[in-house]
């Protein structure tokens, strides 16, 4: 019997094959939007598309971060990082801040589409996406990065 204590960052099979789907759905649904809004400002009769895609975006985004919360993956690498606490609190907090940003994207393509639309208001839809769009990436980056240094704090690497 060995008295060393052991802490591991525990994998859920559940949690793998949830997050898999869910990754695989999102990452479609975001390459669709990002070219999509690639192009510049989308033409008007892609107003009804935009908004058919930003509200899948939204829902798909809502099940993303619920999955990520539920599962308490952050807690398992804290457990075994305590030092990436801040960063980990942070970067849930931008779950509710993403959220908000989707929803209120997706309610002005919904507003585009029932009234006569602008160009300008076409172009502030399609800047504001592709800023979202930045944001996102750079969250779903850093959430990598901390569970990564979670993952090497686990091993010792560096030992
Ligand atoms: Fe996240």
Redesign the pocket.
């Given at each position: 019997m060995s008295c060393t204590s052991q802490r591991t960052v525990t994998i859920n099979a559940a949690f793998l094959r949830e997050i898999k789907l869910d990754h695989l759905e999102l990452t479609r649904l975001l390459s669709q939007t990002e070219t999509l809004f690639s192009q510049g400002v989308p033409s008007w009769t892609e107003k009804r598309k935009a908004f058919d895609l930003l509200a899948k975006v939204r829902d798909r985004l809502a099940m993303h971060?619920s999955l990520?919360e539920a599962y308490g993956y952050m807690e398992d690498a804290l457990e075994v990082a305590p030092r990436l606490t801040g960063r980990a609190f942070s970067?849930r907090a931008q779950?509710s801040e993403l959220y908000r940003c989707i929803a209120a994207l997706s309610e002005f393509s919904e507003d585009l589409v029932s009234r006569n639309t602008q160009r300008d208001d076409l172009k502030k839809l399609s800047v504001q996406v592709t800023g979202f769009l930045e944001r996102l990436r750079a969250?779903?980056s850093a959430?990598n990065e901390l569970i990564l240094e979670a993952l090497d704090d686990d091993v010792g690497v560096g030992d």
């Open positions: 971060f990520e970067l779950h969250h779903e959430e």
